[in-house]
């Protein structure tokens, strides 16, 4: 059986990767990084959900680099999350730069010492406008550069798979159901509360994108307002 | 003034490379990544060196990779460092995957963070024949994967240097004599002792490099054999 490092916040849309890449007859590693971000509730519900799907669940703790980000209310404290709808100019101060290029490159280190052939990220098309490094001009770049960088240990044919690269939010909400996806079980809220806020741009963004399936959100928001 | 953050070990490769970039007049930021290897002692040398060179130094803790990379003598305590002359057999136990990777991914994001136009690194000729991530093909990959996935974000003309990527050892150290490099207070030994062991592979490269340059080599060997 093939075998890949996925990368697996526990949110949605890796979540469903992981029932999609298992679906797929994967062997699963998963592989949550913690770099200081405000929505540490993540990592909980990443390994509830790796119980849930009888996988190896890692996870990699980059201390120090949120406080070197000044300017991403991520990780930074004095910097607000943007409530309600993305917008260029708010989903601008979320992004913590290269970010996808520091999951994939750790996925990668895991995946060449455990011999898998592949990595995983769920990226999608609704990310392309604002974070560059989730734009599949990236991830073909960072699959080369990770084949080079890794020839001869393995890393020749390695694959960076991103089957939601052309997909959007709505789209994995459906391929999720499909699957039997415990949606109540993931968490997409960068506040970090004891619910979902329901007005952060992720809480809408997921609102959204289950209104949109038509598939029936089983999420505890905070603020139960439909969008707007 | 141009601004640059460095990969910075405290070892003699990336010391050469801080001193060699801030006579060129770059605005030097150092970074140290601390992923569980043995040698910490790095971090403290690399710290001091800092202070000498008056530049920021930051460490960033990458915690829980190094149990998942088994097989590497780095990161495992159960695989014995190989002494001696590195050679291709055992110097390969010393590979951590996608290692150079990680630390310009990290690296980059500190850069794009803090508004500066490059990112460096000391790979050399001598690392080519063990680890393909410090070839030139896989830092011309890597520089075409960062810019694309930092489009926008100030990352289009972004640099990843490597002056010292067809430079052997012993031209780094010529160099690093030419710049006025404080040689005894850098740290290469991969057994983290009070001084450097004289016998591991990185120790005895140490020693060949001084011999080959011909400069004096002032560092502390426990074991003060010359090479064979």
Same mark, same amino acid.
């Given at each position: 059986?093939?075998?890949?490092?996925?990368?697996? /916040?526990?949110?949605?849309?890796?979540?469903?990767?992981?029932?999609?890449?298992?679906? #797929?007859?994967?062997? +699963?590693?998963?592989?949550?990084?913690?770099?200081?971000?405000?929505?540490?509730?993540?990592?909980?519900?990443? @390994?509830?959900?790796?119980?849930?799907?009888?996988?190896?669940?890692?996870?990699?703790?980059?201390?120090?680099?949120?406080?070197?980000?000044?300017?991403?209310?991520?990780?930074? #404290?004095?910097?607000?999350?943007?409530?309600?709808?993305?917008?260029?100019?708010?989903?601008?101060?979320?992004?913590?730069?290269?970010?996808?290029?520091? +999951?994939?490159?750790? @996925?990668?280190?895991?995946?060449?010492?455990? /011999?898998?052939?592949?990595?995983?990220?769920?990226?999608?098309?609704?990310?392309?406008?604002?974070?560059?490094?989730?734009?599949?001009?990236?991830?073909?770049?960072?699959?080369?550069?990770?084949?080079?960088?890794?020839?001869?240990?393995?890393?020749?044919?390695?694959?960076?798979?991103?089957?939601?690269?052309?997909?959007?939010? /709505?789209?994995?909400?459906? @391929?999720?159901?499909?699957?039997?996806?415990?949606?109540?079980?993931?968490?997409?809220?960068? #506040?970090?509360?004891?619910?979902?806020?329901?007005?952060?741009?992720?809480?809408? #963004?997921?609102?959204?994108?289950?209104?949109?399936?038509?598939? @029936?959100?089983?999420?505890?928001?905070?603020?139960?307002?439909?969008?707007?």
């Amino acid at each position: 059986m093939p075998r890949c490092v996925a990368a697996f /916040s526990g949110g949605l849309d890796s979540t469903v990767l992981a029932y999609h890449l298992r679906a #797929e007859g994967w062997d +699963l590693v998963l592989l949550s990084v913690d770099y200081g971000q405000r929505h540490r509730r993540e990592i909980d519900a990443a @390994a509830a959900l790796a119980v849930e799907l009888a996988s190896p669940h890692h996870v990699v703790h980059v201390e120090g680099l949120g406080k070197l980000l000044t300017g991403s209310a991520l990780t930074d #404290e004095r910097v607000r999350v943007p409530h309600g709808h993305y917008t260029s100019r708010s989903m601008r101060v979320t992004v913590v730069p290269n970010r996808n290029a520091i +999951l994939l490159s750790l @996925a990668a280190a895991v995946a060449i010492a455990q /011999s898998a052939q592949a990595i995983a990220s769920a990226v999608h098309a609704g990310d392309h406008a604002i974070y560059p490094d989730c734009r599949p001009e990236f991830i073909a770049a960072y699959e080369q550069a990770v084949r080079i960088g890794n020839q001869g240990l393995g890393g020749d044919d390695f694959r960076v798979l991103s089957p939601f690269l052309g997909v959007a939010k /709505s789209g994995i909400v459906r @391929a999720g159901h499909a699957l039997g996806v415990p949606f109540a079980r993931t968490w997409s809220c960068y #506040e970090g509360g004891e619910h979902h806020c329901g007005r952060c741009g992720t809480c809408v #963004e997921r609102k959204e994108a289950f209104a949109e399936a038509g598939v @029936a959100d089983p999420t505890v928001y905070e603020d139960i307002r439909p969008c707007s």
